[in-house]
C-alpha cells in the first residue's frame, strides 16, 4: 500500500493563484518530483526532503522578481500537512535555491517513534518547516546531525553513523559526513543528477531496512515515470498539478479498495532484489 496525506485533496489553494503564479507553481512541483521529493510527496520514505539547485537568473531584479513569484508560488501549493519553503544562497554573486518540503504527518510520526531524541534536541509535534529550518541553519541542536538524519529519512544505523563523533577528525568533508570510512547508498529519482542517499559503513551490506527503502523508492519512481509521460505535453511540459492531484485521488481509492487492481505489478517490484 502506497500512503499519502489522509485526504485525497491536496493543490486545493492552487486554483486561485493568478495564471503566472500557477506555472511558477507547476515547475516547483515538477523540480520536487524530479529529485528526492517525490519520497515526500508520496510513500513514507522522508518526513523532510531538500533540493538544491541554481538559480537561472543573474540580474539582481530579475532575480527579486522570481523569488517573490516562487515564493507565492509555494504559499499556494502548502496546507496544514504540506508546507513548501525556499531559502535563497549567494555565493561569489550567484544566487542558489534551497526548495524545501515537510509533510507533516510524517514528521509526527518520526518523532513520536524517536521522542526521547527528537524532544532533548527541542523538536516537538508542532515544529513548523519556518522554526525547523531557523533552527537547523543555525545549529541550536544539540545534536543537529541526528535530528537532520532522522527527519530525512535515513534509518537509525545509518544515523547513527553518521553523527559517530569520533568519525569527524578524520573524514574527508565533515558537512556531508561522508568519508573514507563511508560509501554512498542511493535510491534513484527521475532526475539523474538527483538521489536520495545516505552514508553507510564503508564495509557494509546493505541491510533489510535498506533493502525495503530502496523497493519501496523503485516501485513509486516506476510509478511516478509511468504518470509523468501521461501528463506530458507534445512539447515536453509536465502538467505536475495535475499530476500529483490525480495521483493521491489513485492512492486514496486504492487504499480503500484495500490494494486490489494494481497489486500484482507492486509485488513483483517489492519480490526484486536489491542491485
Known amino acids: 500500500m502506497l500512503n ?10 492552487v486554483d486561485t493563484l493568478p495564471q503566472n503564479i500557477r506555472i511558477k507553481a507547476n515547475e516547483m512541483l515538477i ?3 524530479d ?3 517525490l519520497y ?7 518526513p523532510i526532503s531538500d533540493i538544491y ?8 531584479k530579475d532575480h527579486l522578481l522570481i523569488i517573490n513569484n516562487i515564493r507565492r508560488a509555494l504559499r499556494g501549493i502548502s496546507n496544514d500537512n504540506l508546507s513548501f519553503g525556499l531559502q535563497i544562497r549567494n555565493y561569489k554573486g550567484q544566487y542558489f535555491f534551497d526548495l524545501w518540503i515537510l509533510r507533516k504527518e510524517l ?3 518520526k518523532i513520536l517513534e524517536y521522542r526521547s531524541s527528537f524532544f532533548s534536541n527541542g523538536v516537538r509535534y508542532d515544529i513548523s518547516l519556518h522554526d525547523l529550518l531557523i533552527k537547523l541553519e543555525a545549529g541550536d541542536f544539540p545534536n543537529k546531525r541526528m535530528v537532520y538524519g532522522l527527519l530525512f ?3 537509525k544505523y545509518a544515523v547513527d553513523f553518521f553523527c559517530n563523533p569520533e568519525r569527524f577528525n578524520e573524514i574527508d568533508n565533515v558537512g556531508s559526513g561522508i568519508g573514507f570510512d563511508s560509501k554512498l547508498f542511493k535510491i534513484d529519482t527521475y532526475d539523474p543528477n538527483g538521489g536520495f542517499i545516505y552514508a553507510i559503513p564503508k564495509n557494509q551490506i546493505p541491510t533489510k531496512e535498506d533493502s525495503v527503502i530502496y523497493k519501496k523508492g523503485k516501485m513509486i519512481l516506476s510509478d511516478y515515470k509511468y504518470r509523468r509521460s501521461l501528463y506530458s505535453s507534445a512539447g515536453g511540459v509536465v502538467d505536475a498539478i495535475k499530476l500529483i492531484k490525480n495521483w493521491y485521488k489513485d492512492i486514496y ?9 494494481n497489486k500484482t505489478k507492486r509485488t513483483k517490484l517489492m519480490n526484486e532484489e536489491i542491485l
Open 53 to 60: 539547485f541554481e538559480s537561472p537568473y543573474s540580474n539582481d
Open 4 to 13: 499519502t496525506p489522509n485526504s485525497r485533496e491536496i493543490l486545493t489553494g
Open 35 to 37: 529529485n528526492e521529493g
Open 153 to 155: 529519512g535515513y534509518p
Open 253 to 261: 481509492n486504492e487504499n480503500i479498495r484495500n490494494c486490489k487492481g
Open 107 to 109: 514528521v509526527e510520526k
Open 31 to 33: 523540480k520536487i518530483m
Open 40 to 46: 515526500t510527496l508520496i510513500g513514507e520514505l522522508k
